[in-house]
């Protein structure tokens, strides 16, 4: 499937949000999924999945996750000083103000020609991101991939209180995790179905990927693994299709 790509200015409260939309290319409407990039931002190895993703029948919104600050605009480097730039900004970021990024973004694809239902994905603190944004009751079906943050309320400068919000979840829910995820350890995975059990969520999806890192699914560094990644996508695709094919 070919596709087409353009940056957007989703317009918040708090200023535009820098966003990819990449979508098939031709007419009709397209099931739309709210993408969350992990630290680094709209990296190309972020697009590069993305784009898997559209060419299975999505327009793919990315917006980037701290559109308003020092690094607004920035794809930051796989190394320490991205490393330390992704997280510096994550601390500068309240929950109010994530929250206010994702009613933006979604309200935008709600009203953008050529896009029906509403799905949402991401990867590390984008995945807290992800699962926050399933609060949101038009969001039929998330995944998440490695959510680093749920069992300990790391996500920006506050704490935000997800888990305890997780019976708001109306759509369906897949958690992903690599079984070497040291951000996740198996202690944290219990905790984290634990509580989504207890929010009666008891029919979520949770795969635990043996021998999986953490951002195991990141097409660069030593981290990757492609045989997991390939069968991570292929199930997101399955789970946003209701596994009807």
């Not at 693994?225 to 299709?241: G, I, K, N, Q």
Request: proline share 4%.
């Amino acid at each position: 499937m070919k596709l087409r790509e353009e940056i957007v200015a989703v317009p918040s409260a708090a200023g535009d949000i820098r966003t990819a939309v990449i979508a098939p290319v031709g007419a009709g409407s397209w099931p739309g999924v709210l993408l969350y990039t992990d630290i680094f931002q709209l990296t190309e190895s972020t697009l590069r999945t993305a784009r898997r993703i559209a060419a299975a029948g999505y327009v793919v919104v990315v917006p980037e996750i701290y559109p308003h600050g020092a690094v607004a605009g920035v794809a930051l480097e796989f190394d320490d000083a991205g490393k330390k730039a992704g997280l510096d900004a994550a601390a500068a970021t309240t929950t109010a103000s994530f929250d206010a990024d994702r009613q933006a973004v979604l309200d935008w694809m709600a009203a953008y020609d050529g896009i029906g239902a509403l799905f949402v994905t991401g990867f590390c603190l984008g995945g807290h991101l992800a699962f926050r944004a399933a609060f949101d009751q038009r969001v039929e079906a998330t995944v998440c991939f490695y959510p680093t943050g749920l069992q300990n309320g790391a996500l920006g400068a506050d704490d935000p209180g997800s888990l305890v919000r997780a019976a708001e979840i109306r759509g369906r829910l897949l958690v992903v995790f690599g079984s070497n995820d040291p951000h996740v350890p198996a202690g944290a995975r219990l905790e984290i179905v634990s509580a989504l059990y207890a929010a009666g969520l008891d029919d979520v999806e949770l795969h635990v990927y043996r021998g999986g890192e953490h951002a195991f699914m990141r097409d660069v560094g030593p981290r990757h693994d492609p045989e997991l990644t390939d069968l991570a996508l292929a199930e997101a695709v399955s789970f946003f299709r209701g596994r009807s094919r």
